[in-house]
């Protein structure tokens, strides 16, 4: 009897790229776009001094695009069997993680921090590990291989690839809140302004300040302004 869990080599290899492509771009572009767009926003502004603005969809877009290009040379370049395809994507994965560990200080005063070294200890790590899973790899001459054996290793790679960026940003609920409703804000939509955070009962003076205006601009301050936590008293007003 035919056993449809075993596929052609060449059509596993290409469901393995496709789906992992999709897998990444996806997570990156939400997680620029839903998560860190403000963050980089607010540093794009402040390292060009005013110059540029960032657009959050733009952005997100471009450095989607980018990493799958780092991808994709890294790939020609470590030529990782099938089972091991999800690999590639550590160094995209890495700059990714360096482009969001923005905070407030690292804003105010430009710089890497840890990452000067970092970075470089994990490419050598890295390179070693690809060395050596080439060289244990036995390559397979049979002209089918085991869909589920070479397609869920990549997935488990990716989505642990996936957490090591989401723990990266230590930035606060709050800062994210302020930065988003300075950009709401500045386009007019005093309504969404209003609205960020307003289920949270983390605040800081600065945010209260910006709601405050949010809503002193709809004409809704008085009603509305103890709808939300006001931890700083008088000194938030």
């Not at 877009?61 to 030529?79: G, N, R």
């Not at 790899?137 to 397609?151: C, F, K, L």
């Not at 990549?154 to 709050?174: E, K, R, S, W």
Request: with cysteine; charged share 15%.
């Amino acid at each position: 009897s035919m056993n449809y869990n075993y596929q052609p080599k060449h059509e596993v290899a290409g469901v393995i790229r496709y789906s992992c492509a999709l897998l990444f771009g996806l997570f990156t572009f939400c997680y620029l776009f839903f998560l860190q767009g403000e963050l980089l926003a607010e540093a794009q502004f402040v390292y060009s001094q005013g110059v540029t603005s960032y657009n959050i969809f733009v952005g997100a877009v471009v450095v989607v695009l980018v990493l799958q290009v780092v991808q994709w040379v890294v790939k020609l370049l470590s030529s990782l069997p099938a089972r091991w395809h999800a690999l590639s994507y550590l160094p995209s994965m890495l700059l990714l993680g360096v482009l969001t560990d923005v905070d407030k200080e690292a804003i105010d005063h430009f710089t890497f921090g840890a990452w000067t070294w970092g970075v470089p200890l994990v490419l050598v790590v890295y390179a070693i590990a690809v060395a050596a899973i080439r060289n244990l790899t036995a390559s397979h001459a049979a002209p089918s291989v085991d869909v589920q054996a070479e397609i869920y290793p990549n997935y488990i790679i990716l989505f642990a690839l996936m957490l090591c960026v989401g723990a990266i940003p230590h930035t606060t609920d709050v800062y994210h809140y302020e930065l988003k409703a300075e950009r709401l804000l500045l386009d007019g939509d005093y309504e969404g302004a209003a609205e960020v955070g307003k289920r949270s009962l983390r605040t800081s003076a600065r945010l209260t300040q910006l709601r405050m205006y949010a809503l002193d601009r709809q004409g809704r301050l008085p009603e509305c302004l103890f709808d939300y936590p006001q931890h700083y008293g008088s000194r938030g007003m």
